[in-house]
């Protein structure tokens, strides 16, 4: 019996791991560099300085959770916890753009590069925060087949591809304008 707004197991499956892996390579950016990450936090100004430290902990350790349990319970508490995440997350930009502060990074992509914070990252935050409130419903029972297999990884690998695309085109804007216009 299908409930109803219920979910296809593959679609499910494939919005609870997207998360996770998400959720768990934040996490390996941040933990490559947490004094970069904490600076990052500190940069919002949303909380004191004093306690950056204490809240890029937090911000770390809950991505873990949420991503670890993501892949390992079907339950909908850690994709309403990876909402709650993004929301946060889309919350502390939405504040520092209206206070005309667009030059802090994000803190989002680690050391590896500084990604101004900016319009595109909330509305990468608002699609990833539907995908967490959908990866939440519940799903269809059916039996998985190796062709629900398939599709999974062929859709992860379709979907971490059109992210790195969106950061690539995110990170580089005036670039990538300039290409077009030239």
């Not at 560099?33 to 204490?54: E, Q």
């Not at 937090?58 to 349990?69: K, M, N, T």
């Amino acid at each position: 019996m299908n409930l109803p707004c219920s979910l296809d197991p593959a679609l499910h499956g494939t919005l609870r791991c997207g998360l996770s892996l998400l959720l768990l390579s934040a996490t390996a950016h941040k933990l490559r560099d947490p004094r970069a990450f904490t600076a990052a936090v500190a940069g919002y100004h949303i909380v004191p300085r004093a306690g950056s430290i204490a809240v890029s902990r937090l911000i770390i350790a809950a991505e873990l959770l949420v991503g670890a349990a993501l892949l390992l319970t079907r339950d909908p508490a850690p994709a309403w916890g990876a909402a709650g995440l993004l929301a946060t997350y889309t919350l502390a930009i939405v504040i520092n753009l209206l206070r005309g502060r667009r030059d802090i990074d994000c803190g989002c992509a680690g050391p590896i590069r500084r990604v101004p914070i900016g319009g595109s990252l909330v509305i990468r935050n608002l699609v990833l925060i539907a995908a967490a409130l959908m990866a939440s419903l519940p799903y269809a029972p059916r039996a998985l087949t190796w062709l629900d297999d398939v599709t999974l990884v062929c859709a992860l690998t379709a979907l971490a591809l059109m992210y790195s695309a969106v950061e690539i085109a995110m990170a580089h804007p005036f670039r990538l304008a300039l290409q077009v216009e030239g």
